[in-house]
């Protein structure tokens, strides 16, 4: 199993970015989607945005032009590029397969202030 580790959360005010990061322990060429995901307390699970192994990108309506997905498929990497923050973002992000597959991480926490 690929097991994934999120990182470059934090606490920023609203309007601010941060950049996350999913480091895969295998190979993540052969993972048609790679997707974010985040869960704030007292909502379910959402998937925000996914990116295909051939790099074409979708996102959740809240998210779209503000948050952008990338992959690095040499090193094994995932990212989200989260601009213009909002207080509504704050909520443990998680990356993963889409349909999501294995254990999750720990996800990094993100806290947007008002």
């Known amino acids: 199993q690929v097991q994934l580790v999120e990182s470059g959360g934090g606490l920023v005010q609203a309007g601010g970015s941060l950049r996350l990061s999913c480091a895969a322990s295998?190979?993540?060429?052969?993972?048609?989607?790679m997707g974010w995901y985040r869960q704030a307390p007292g909502k379910q699970r959402e998937l925000v945005a996914i990116?295909?192994?051939?790099?074409?990108?979708n996102y959740v309506d809240s998210v779209k032009g503000r948050f952008t997905i990338s992959r690095d498929n040499a090193k094994n990497m995932v990212y989200l590029q989260m601009n213009s923050l909002k207080p509504e973002d704050t909520a443990v992000y998680y990356c993963?397969?889409?349909?999501?597959?294995?254990?999750w991480g720990q996800g990094t926490q993100v806290t947007v202030s008002s």
């Open positions: 295998g190979s993540i060429l052969s993972i048609d989607a």
């Open positions: 990116i295909t192994k051939g790099g074409s990108t």
């Open positions: 993963n397969k889409v349909p999501r597959g294995g254990s």
